[in-house]
């Protein structure tokens, strides 16, 4: 007698193989879905970091020569007011401050030149909220020919940014 197809217990065999190979395949499957998540927030993270890095290295580069005030706010932040040609809202020339209120960062743009810290009633400005933060410090150097800045940035995630600026308009 010829043998012309399988055995039930072959089939149930390779049945019970097959979803072994499934149930691995699943499990890679899921974790590579754990990987990208974890990678794609950190990506976010890595991204924001860098575009408030650009904003206020491109404001403080292209700042007009001495118009930037510093106000102490308090020992953890402090408040900059500047006139740059770094516009986030294609304006010419835009007035920049970065300010801290409730413990979040504000980089507040307008097209009328900022003069005291609170602002009065009669402000106009767009706000774009930068995150929560434990300390923001601007410093500036004061043995230099050119204006040099040290921006000291500290996220409550706890990271951080340190940051050496030159205004290059300034002699």
């Known amino acids: 007698m010829t043998k012309k197809g399988f055995t039930l217990i072959e089939l149930i065999i390779s049945i019970v193989i ?7 395949l699943y499990k890679s499957y899921a974790s590579l879905n754990r990987s ?12 924001k970091s860098e575009k408030i890095k650009k904003a206020l290295y491109l404001d403080l580069t292209t700042a ?10 308090s020992r953890d932040f402090d408040v900059f007011f500047l006139q740059t040609t770094h516009s986030v809202h294609d304006r010419i020339h835009p007035y920049v401050a970065y300010v801290v209120n409730d413990k979040k960062l504000y ?6 030149p900022f003069k005291e810290y609170p602002f009065g009633a009669d402000s106009e400005f767009i706000a774009d909220f930068l995150g929560d933060v ?8 004061k043995a230099s020919k050119s204006e040099v800045y040290l921006v000291h940035l ?10 050496k600026t030159k205004v290059l308009n300034s002699m």
């Not at 007009?64 to 706010?73: D, G, H, L, Y």
């Not at 434990?134 to 150097?141: C, H, Q, V």
């Open 18 to 24: 097959l979803s072994i190979l499934m149930l691995f």
């Open 36 to 47: 990208n998540t974890i990678f794609s927030q950190e990506i976010k993270k890595i991204q």
């Open 64 to 73: 007009e020569a001495s118009s930037t005030t510093i106000f102490n706010q």
């Open 107 to 112: 980089r507040l743009e307008s097209l009328k």
């Open 134 to 141: 434990k300390t923001f410090r601007l410093y500036r150097a």
């Open 154 to 163: 500290i996220f409550k995630n706890e990271e951080e940014i340190l940051l």
